[in-house]
């Protein structure tokens, strides 16, 4: 691919996307005749949503995900901090979900996953900065537009999928957790200090009123369009509070969701994280109900061994609309970690039941 010269880079509009390649597009006219894959959009963020895109970009080519804002870790949020851009890891950790099995896609895959760890005892401003962070952040600040950098990005890499930002503006997230917020002033026993920031809150547990900063930003148009267009939207696996819950607390967003004709699919997590340490599964979907009591869901994805209540959690589910699906995709007995042609299994099951 030739780039052109520094500050004229073309925006690639979602027409032009369709004609070239369908697997940059949720617009059915973008389809080849006959194909009747269904388009998906994933949201999430972290570890999650890349187990998830590498099992739904073996069913299907016409993908979408949709990645949280708020991180403020790391390499992430130091480039946040000092260039006042996206947080760009979870982003990058999509795209390079979305890149193939052929050597193309294996070797960028891991140009784009690789850190940087200076020599011993020789710190530098480099140390532990993913290349694929500063690959996206020099896009846009060449591009001027987050969105644009993005599809340049997944251009390269030859992504099989579109990867959008929740929002175009960075967001905070916090929550409150029980505790005194003040060692030097007495509490009652109902006392609750609030945690701001995505690093430090997703190790809190019983973590509640969790909301993003600002509450009214502007959800990105792109990802909205992609979620009215398409066949199925899915949430979770992930960090509960802090990379599926999200998407559910931005106006625009949680509004698309709910007024998609999409089917939807909660994917549950097959071991409890540290914010949801103690719920079962089931208290996984009662959260998402109290902070959007307008959800309804389709399908309820879990595997039998991270069901501690298989009763509970179909009464839950059904109260949502959703029937409960199972099965098995854990990697290996005793991890959390998603067997990606497993899951894509189950996905590619999921879809035929509901033609």
């Known amino acids: 691919m030739t780039l052109p010269p520094t500050g004229v880079f073309p925006r690639l509009p979602l027409s032009s996307r369709a004609e070239a390649d369908p697997h940059h597009s949720l617009d059915p006219s973008g389809r080849r005749p006959g194909d009747e894959s269904p388009s998906v959009v994933a949201l999430g963020g972290g570890h999650g949503l890349s187990a998830n895109l590498a099992a739904l970009r073996r069913i299907t080519p016409l993908l979408t995900a949709v990645v949280t804002v708020a991180d403020d870790g790391g390499s992430s949020g130091r480039l946040r901090d000092e260039l006042g851009v996206l947080p760009p890891g979870d982003l990058r950790m999509a795209l390079a979900a979305l890149c193939d099995d052929s050597e193309w896609g294996r070797t960028w895959r891991d140009v784009m996953q690789h850190r940087f760890s200076s020599a011993q005892g020789r710190a530098t401003a480099l140390d532990n900065h993913a290349l694929g962070n500063l690959l996206i952040v020099t896009l846009w600040e060449l591009l001027g537009d987050p969105v644009a950098g993005l599809e340049w990005a997944g251009a390269l890499l030859g992504a099989r999928g579109r990867v959008l930002p929740m929002s175009t503006q960075p967001l905070v997230i916090a929550g ?30 019983d973590v509640c009123n969790v909301r993003l900063v600002p509450a009214d930003a502007p959800a990105c148009p792109q990802a909205v369009e992609a979620v009215g267009l398409a066949d199925w939207v899915i949430l979770g696996p992930g960090s509960w509070h802090t990379s599926v819950l999200p ?46 009591p307008d959800l309804t869901l389709d399908v309820v994805l879990a595997d039998p061994s991270a069901t501690e209540d298989g009763a509970d959690l179909e009464e839950v589910a059904a109260s949502l609309g959703a029937e409960v699906f199972y099965a098995d995709v854990r990697a290996h007995p005793g991890t959390a970690v998603h067997n990606t042609l497993r899951l894509a299994a189950a996905y590619q099951e999921i879809f035929e039941r509901h033609r």
């Open 247 to 292: 998407h559910l607390l931005l106006p625009g967003l949680r509004r698309a969701i709910c007024d998609s004709p999409a089917r939807r699919c909660v994917t549950l997590n097959l071991s409890p994280d540290t914010e949801t340490q103690g719920k079962t599964a089931a208290d996984h979907l009662r959260v998402l109900h109290a902070y959007c």
């Open 176 to 205: 409150d957790v029980p505790g005194a917020g003040d060692p030097d002033r007495p509490e009652g026993p109902g006392a609750v200090r609030t945690i701001t920031g995505q690093a430090v809150l997703a190790k809190q547990a």
